[in-house]
């Protein structure tokens, strides 16, 4: 299976397009959205293109291909407008004899550890800069944002595919890869 996995779109249309085109360019299977999809949040300067409905009428367009963990900025309102599932705190993955606990990162993170074990992945946004590092056995991996990138970051993505993790800008460009195998 392979994973687009992206976060922090925060209301951009132009963002979410480019995402949905990289998704279509790189023939993954299924979406993975780390949460904050449709507002931009009070510490955050409006993205590019700000408009969420356009960016609820994009992912709806998709809605049995994606799967959602709930940011910081996701509320029950925006539920009422996806029409796929954004409420869940976490969710977990199989990456071969890994586990991957994907989540926002605002509750679950590198100080406030979930339940795993040596070899597992914490996989999360909500800080907008890209990650990748291992404490303590665990490997924490953020994919940095798709609208809003912070410290000199691209506006990005990344792909799982075979247990590879592999960090894109927009245009669909390497920027670094990790073999979680």
Request: a negative charge; charged letters at 20%.
């Amino acid at each position: 299976m392979k994973w687009l996995i992206a976060s922090d779109i925060h209301g951009s249309a132009y963002y979410c397009e480019k995402l949905l085109s990289r998704y279509e360019k790189e023939k993954a299977d299924r979406i993975l959205l780390l949460g904050d999809i449709l507002y931009h949040g009070p510490r955050n300067d409006l993205p590019k293109d700000y408009n969420p409905k356009k960016v609820i009428d994009l992912l709806n367009s998709i809605k049995n291909n994606i799967l959602c963990v709930r940011g910081n900025c996701d509320t029950e309102v925006d539920q009422m407008v996806l029409a796929f599932p954004i409420l869940a705190d976490y969710c977990l993955l199989q990456a071969g004899e890994r586990l991957i606990f994907a989540t926002h990162g605002h509750k679950y993170n590198l100080q406030q550890l979930p339940a795993l074990k040596a070899g597992d992945i914490l996989l999360h946004g909500h800080t907008h800069v890209p990650a990748c590092e291992c404490k303590n056995g665990i490997t924490y991996i953020n994919p940095g944002s798709a609208s809003i990138p912070k410290e000199n970051s691209a506006h990005g993505y990344m792909i799982l595919e075979d247990g590879v993790f592999t960090w894109k800008d927009m245009d669909g460009n390497t920027i670094q890869s990790y073999n979680a195998n």
